[in-house]
């Protein structure tokens, strides 16, 4: 039998409750805001102009919007040439929006609320009908007071605080409350009652509520209680009416509609959004009280209270199977107060306040997508849209709260390891929780309106696998920092862990709500047609080489592009490689100081093994092996390229993106094998081992990438673009380049999905390192100075070489391929043409068309030079200045129609060009024949008038 560990300051880090708050806050705000966005849209109509009703939604439909039609052909058209500035104008322009100043009071009478409750709160529960002060009538002795005074100054107060009882109270316990620093403890009847005969019982309740006091959590639970019941008070009254209004709309009222039908799939994830919410909200409200309690019981155990005052509340557990005992512990998460049985177990062995929870993780992971994708939606609250850059700060909120949470979870459960000598968190069992809560919140976001059900929910598990790594990352790299970092406090190295884990998920966050999740439902990744005229712009004489080996090298290469990159805000590769970069270097540091057998200083006791750092030389012999693997692959992959591609057509290019993408994926291959025999005989940290030894395999194999390249046409069968031999380094470092940044990049993140999802293979154990003094310490300095200046000079000078291809569509698509969607149905159509005409198109027609009246007018009475300067030029001026304007405007959302719209435009301007351009030349006969193409524009305007009218029948 295992003697137990011995008992270690649970207070070296944060108990955690703070950020557990900061989550229940966050959520309860973004849910607020949510509610209130739907509210101010509910109420602008009253604020719309008369004939207005469609508000910003007309404006779609003018774009050529079909809200029934085809996501994704919706989305391309909205990319369409000039599409997306008229649809910017026209929003500003008729969107439904409150004034600025029911926006401000919403927001303040809602922190208002919360104010007031949290103030009010304890005056209420303090009030003079329902307590009574101890003084001389309830304690002649003073005996009761004394003993008070006396636990305070057990505890450590600096401050006393208030004590009155509650003689209605006949339970055997206490309460206290108030705000910082003037806090009340109330004592129960029952428990005063009971003093006598169990004086234990009484000293341990009061030091108990004493422990609140000292760990500062009063005002968290008054905030967090507030918070409840605003939430209860406001958002969730909003959301749930808002809900069962469109319930009604599209199930009772307007069922028979096509518009109905699509909508109702949305309708009813607004409904379980609102029901995932009350549980989230609840159960993170119901994390934040229980905790408290936990600690609280253990800061009233370390000042003396008898243990018995637990162990008898607690009585015998109960001989339960396996499934009553799920069940029993699934109640428990709903509870605000721990059972006597979780309670004396805390007590008897704090360890289960470190060990990683599930259901923190699970909750912040479905708070974390779901706070930005409604923070996204919500954070104008009616106001109009969002800006790119505020819309990457909402995913980075998202990613922010995940990684002060779970860092903060995986570096108090490394560090309770370290002090108590067990195992360190895995981090793979909490990544799975996590990543479930992300899965879980997507899912609920229910971001495809017209299905019920994701058109691809296989790429859900990318939401999976990120929480896994990262988790798993930030398990191993807080407990190696914990075992090897020499300074007196943890807290520069917890900052920085917590620093690097929101980079890191922030990268993949932002990538997944602006491209990922688009893949979920549906979204063409590839379109192979539009890649080859994309990379045709930037590699000359690519589209005559055209062929299906090209197309499948080009969808690589754009896909590997694309990933871990924001297509709205981060669309660099560099980045992906910096953060990535964070991966293998940060955890190379700690190979800088002395490894000795002391204690760490910031462990504060002796008792404290600091454990073995990573595995150096392991590191460097796989490294190096992986470099030697690496260049045996290039040859292999140059070999085929050099095959493969054949003289003709674009040969140079097609060369060129092939060698790139064969060395990407040859020194990608040879990473996870060095990482992979790493990081088998290294089981604390495998997966960091793993990831140096895989950066250290891929500056080598970069290194036999820029020689080979420089070398290109001296090799024979190696030779990719040149056909003479002779040195070319800088050809060499531009071919190494593209490759090197998936390399470093996209190719640090495979290697550690890869070793996740080798992990399951059977390992050599290796035998625990023996005891030997550190003599290698210069050396591991000249390492890591040396691996880190590589890197960071490869980051650095990386943009200078690179050729960005990039396309206003994530899959590739070119402009000249977007169409307008066909409509699903004639009153679709017809409402997209008549949509067209009321938010602009008519207001363009008629002023032209009037223009050119005025035009006929004045040019019958200008009787000489002068009249016809100063009455018929700014005529034809504004004519075309109309144009214009015209053709700034959406395209008529029918091809016939748009023909017509262009003719008549086109005729219109090439009448007033002329028209100027007579009078400034004082050319008769040229005037004379503006005159004339004047005339002929009213025939192309009838016909898109009688066109237009076809649609109004």
Request: proline share 6%; with cysteine; hydrophobic share 50%.
């Amino acid at each position: 039998m295992s003697a137990p560990a011995a008992r270690v300051d649970e207070r070296v880090l944060s108990a955690g409750t703070t950020p557990r708050f900061v989550l229940l806050m966050v959520l309860v705000l973004v849910a607020s805001l949510s509610a209130l966005d739907d509210v101010n849209y509910v109420l602008s109509y009253a604020f719309r102009p008369e004939g207005n009703a469609l508000g910003g939604l007309g404006c779609f439909f003018a774009a050529g919007v079909d809200p029934i039609g085809d996501r994704q052909a919706n989305q391309l058209a909205l990319k369409r040439p000039g599409v997306p500035e008229a649809l910017d104008a026209c929003m500003d322009r008729f969107e439904h929006r409150l004034p600025g100043w029911p926006v401000l009071l919403e927001l303040a009478l809602l922190i208002a609320a919360v104010g007031v409750l949290h103030w009010a709160l304890p005056r209420w529960k303090g009030r003079r009908g329902k307590v009574v002060p101890l003084d001389q009538r309830v304690d002649p002795t003073g005996e009761v007071r004394h003993l008070v005074d006396e636990l305070v100054a057990t505890a450590g107060l600096a401050r006393s605080p208030r004590v009155v009882i509650d003689p209605a109270a006949h339970t055997p316990s206490a309460v206290v409350f108030g705000r910082w620093p003037h806090y009340t403890i109330c004592l129960h009847g029952g428990l005063l009652a009971r003093r006598p005969a169990d004086p234990a019982g009484f000293r341990g309740v009061v030091l108990h509520e004493l422990a609140h006091i000292r760990n500062r959590d009063v005002d968290i639970t008054y905030g967090t209680v507030a918070l409840w019941r605003v939430f209860l008070a406001v958002p969730l009254p909003a959301n749930l009416l808002i809900a069962a209004a469109y319930f009604r709309r599209d199930f009772l009222r307007e069922s028979s509609t096509a518009f109905a039908a699509s909508s109702r799939p949305s309708t009813v994830y607004e409904l379980l959004q609102a029901g995932f919410l009350i549980a989230l909200v609840y159960l993170a409200r119901a994390d934040v009280l229980r905790t408290r309690e936990f600690y609280a019981d253990i800061d009233a155990a370390k000042w003396g209270a008898d243990p018995r005052v637990w162990s008898h509340r607690a009585g015998a557990p109960p001989d339960a199977g396996r499934g009553r005992h799920a069940l029993g512990a699934f109640a428990g998460l709903w509870r605000t107060h721990p059972d006597w049985t979780r309670r004396h177990q805390a007590v008897a062995d704090p360890v289960r306040l470190f060990d990683v929870p599930r259901l923190p993780m699970f909750l912040t992971g479905a708070a974390a997508i779901i706070v930005s994708g409604w923070a996204g939606t919500s954070a104008t609250l009616g106001q109009g849209d969002l800006p790119g850059w505020a819309e990457w700060g909402c995913a980075l909120l998202g990613a922010g709260l995940a990684a002060v949470v779970v860092g903060t979870i995986l570096w108090r459960a490394a560090v309770h390891a370290v002090l108590s000598g067990r195992r360190g968190p895995s981090g793979i069992r909490a990544g799975v929780w996590f990543g479930a809560g992300l899965v879980t919140g997507e899912v609920v976001l229910g971001r495809a309106a017209d299905r019920w059900l994701p058109a691809r929910p296989w790429f859900l598990l990318i939401l999976l696998l990120i929480g896994v790594v990262i988790c798993w990352w930030t398990a191993q790299h807080a407990e190696l920092w914990a075992r090897t970092w020499r300074g007196r406090t943890l807290g520069p190295v917890v900052l920085l862990g917590l620093v690097a884990t929101g980079l890191v998920f922030g990268l993949w966050f932002s990538w997944w709500q602006s491209d990922g999740y688009t893949w979920v439902q549906g979204r063409s990744i590839v379109n192979r047609e539009g890649l080859l005229t994309v990379y045709a712009t930037w590699y000359p004489g690519l589209a005559e080489a055209d062929s299906g080996a090209l197309r499948t090298v080009l969808a690589v290469s754009w896909v590997v592009g694309r990933l871990g990159t924001d297509q709205f805000v981060i669309s660099s590769e560099q980045l992906l490689m910096w953060v990535a970069g964070v991966l293998w270097l940060l955890p190379l540091l700690t190979c800088l100081w002395h490894r000795t057998s002391a204690a760490p200083r910031w462990a504060r006791g002796d008792g404290v093994r600091p454990g073995r750092g990573l595995p150096v030389r392991r590191i460097v012999r796989c490294g190096v092996g992986g470099g030697v693997l690496a260049l045996c692959a290039l040859i292999v992959a140059k070999v085929c390229v050099h095959h493969v591609v054949r003289p003709g057509p674009g040969r140079p290019a097609v060369a060129t993106l092939s060698d790139s993408v064969a060395v990407l994926v040859a020194l990608m291959g040879a990473m996870v094998v060095a990482a992979w025999v790493a990081g088998a005989g290294d089981r604390t940290y495998r997966l960091l081992t793993g990831l140096v030894t895989a950066g250290v395999t891929a500056l080598l194999g970069l290194l036999w990438s820029f020689l080979l390249a420089s070398a290109d046409g001296c090799l024979g069968r190696l030779d990719i673009a040149y056909d003479t031999c002779g040195w070319r380094p800088h050809e060499g470092w531009t071919s190494t380049v593209d490759p090197g940044l998936g390399v470093l990049g996209l190719g640090m993140f495979t290697v550690a999905a890869a070793m996740l999802v080798l992990a399951g293979l059977p390992r050599r154990r290796p035998a625990p390192p023996a005891e030997v003094p550190d003599t290698a310490a210069g050396r591991r300095r000249l390492l890591v100075a040396a691996v880190w200046g590589v890197a960071l000079a490869f980051a650095s000078t990386s943009e200078l070489a690179l050729t960005e291809v990039s396309s206003v569509t994530p899959d590739g698509t070119t402009p000249s391929q977007v169409r307008v969607p066909a409509a699903t149905s004639p009153a679709i159509h017809t409402a997209r043409v008549l949509a067209w005409l009321r938010y602009g198109g008519g207001e363009h027609l008629n002023g032209i068309g009037n223009d050119e009246n005025t035009f006929t007018t004045a040019a019958t009475r200008a009787s000489d030079y002068a009249a016809v300067v100063a009455r018929v030029r700014p005529i034809c001026q504004d004519i075309e200045r109309r144009v214009a304007d015209a053709r700034h405007y959406f395209p008529v959302p029918d091809e016939k129609g748009h023909r017509y719209w262009t003719t008549f435009l086109d005729q219109s301007e090439r009448a007033a060009r002329t028209c100027q351009k007579a009078i400034d030349a004082e050319d008769f006969a040229m005037y004379r024949r503006s005159g004339e193409e004047m005339q002929r524009t009213y025939f192309s305007h009838r016909a898109f008038y009688g066109w237009l009218q076809s649609h109004r029948r």
